[in-house]
């Protein structure tokens, strides 16, 4: 198997492809990420972090370049391996944390399960409260995600996107919203997770203080890797 997770070769990626207003955003990015893997990716706004998440989050296609995952690229798969690879190998969390605000914080962890086939239904509710303690929430499980304080809101997210035992999390700003000391608590329980069970991951921030916490910074200018 190989080293990396992720293996980016080339990536370019233009928006309004074809129109007067097409723009090319990413200019030949090359990037690797080991297993296990902490690395965080900084750059001023409008670089092209947002974009290069989403490709590699599979939610968007480059323009052209390789992108491989776990060693396959990502150019040999059909439509349902690339819906599998990116439920099942990749995990996302967002600055807004993007969870149901009617649902319990135990629903919300139980949705990407209850989406899937390969999880018996007694087995869900179960998971979801252990993945829910990992992240020090166990006491708020049937709590609504609206009555939740928004670094607790982003722990659940935190859960939710370990459900399906990424390989990767994706992390785009996720304390971007948050007050120092609950950015600081969510990162924490990030690394936590990263150390304990060798889950890599790719955060995108603007903390500097956050990004030297991390394994390796990589920072992105006008669509390009600054070395
Ligand atoms: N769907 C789109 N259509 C056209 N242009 C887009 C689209 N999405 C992003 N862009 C442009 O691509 C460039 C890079 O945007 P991107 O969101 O990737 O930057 P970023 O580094 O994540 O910025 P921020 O730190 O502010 O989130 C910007 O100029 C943006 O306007």
Request: hydrophobic content about 45%; some cysteine; overall charge negative.
């Amino acid at each position: 198997m190989a080293s990396e997770i992720l293996r980016l070769e080339n990536v370019c990626k233009a928006y309004n492809v074809g129109l007067p207003t097409e723009t090319e955003v990413l200019h030949g990015i090359d990037l690797e990420l080991d297993h296990g893997e902490f690395l965080a990716l900084i750059g001023p706004s409008g670089s092209g972090k947002s974009t290069l998440l989403n490709i590699v989050g599979l939610l968007d296609q480059p323009t052209s370049g390789r992108l491989l995952i776990k060693g396959r690229d990502i150019a040999d798969l059909g439509d349902t391996e690339i819906t599998h690879l990116r439920g099942h190998t990749i995990g996302f969390v967002f600055q807004y944390h993007l969870l149901i605000s009617a649902f319990t914080a135990r629903e919300n962890v139980m949705m990407p399960m209850l989406a899937d086939r390969g999880f018996a239904s007694a087995d869900i509710e179960a998971r979801a409260d252990r993945l829910l303690a990992q992240v020090g929430l166990e006491k708020f499980a049937g709590n609504l995600a609206n009555n939740m304080s928004g670094g607790q809101q982003q722990r659940v997210a935190v859960a939710r996107a370990l459900a399906m035992s990424p390989d990767l999390v994706l992390a785009d700003e996720p304390t971007g919203n948050l007050d120092t000391k609950s950015a600081d608590a969510v990162f924490e329980l990030m690394r936590q997770v990263n150390r304990e069970s060798g889950t890599s991951f790719l955060l995108v921030t603007h903390n500097m203080d956050l990004a030297r916490r991390c394994d390796r910074i990589i920072e992105v200018v006008d669509g390009r890797i600054r070395a």
